[in-house]
């Protein structure tokens, strides 16, 4: 898990990264084949997409649930929907969940990406990565801002 550093605030709003990131997000639709929904997956570049039925969200179907639910099973891509094989019981969180809060649910749930849901409405999501990149962010900051002081660059 990340730990929390004192300075850094770990209680921002999940819906401040969905800001700076983007609310994009890629879905298919639950008849799709497994194989459509990964030729999809591939053609963004991305490790998970949305499954999206009449616009509710349906499920998700990630690298890991190709790799374990498909090829580990032995299912046939083409033959089968990635409704059979998506997890359906998603995890949501809310966009007022803090940095903090997601990245211990990613911890306990050992899962990379989670649905943002605001009443019944998908409105992003977010990802381990967002997560990462977000605290890496923030620390490049403060290094910055201790080399400024440190260099004398602030004054009061």
């Not at 850094?8 to 609310?23: E, T």
């Not at 194989?35 to 997956?41: K, L, S, W």
């Not at 605290?135 to 400024?148: G, M, P, Q, T, W």
Request: glycine share 8%; with cysteine.
């Amino acid at each position: 898990m990340l730990r929390a550093n004192p300075r850094l605030p770990m209680n921002v709003p999940i819906s401040a990264l969905l800001q700076r990131k983007g609310a994009v997000v890629h879905s298919v639709a639950p008849h799709l084949s497994i194989y459509d929904a990964v030729a999809e997956m591939n053609r963004l570049r991305i490790g998970a997409i949305v499954i999206l039925d009449d616009g509710r969200l349906a499920g998700i179907f990630t690298e890991r649930d190709a790799l374990r639910r498909v090829l580990g099973a032995g299912i046939d891509p083409k033959a089968v929907r990635v409704s059979e094989v998506m997890t359906s019981d998603v995890i949501t969180v809310a966009p007022e969940a803090t940095v903090e809060e997601v990245a211990q649910m990613f911890t306990d749930k050992r899962c990379r990406h989670l649905p943002v849901v605001s009443g019944d409405r998908l409105v992003g999501l977010i990802s381990i990565g967002d997560i990462s990149r977000w605290v890496a962010d923030h620390h490049r900051a403060e290094a910055e801002y201790l080399k400024n002081y440190i260099a004398g660059g602030l004054h009061s």
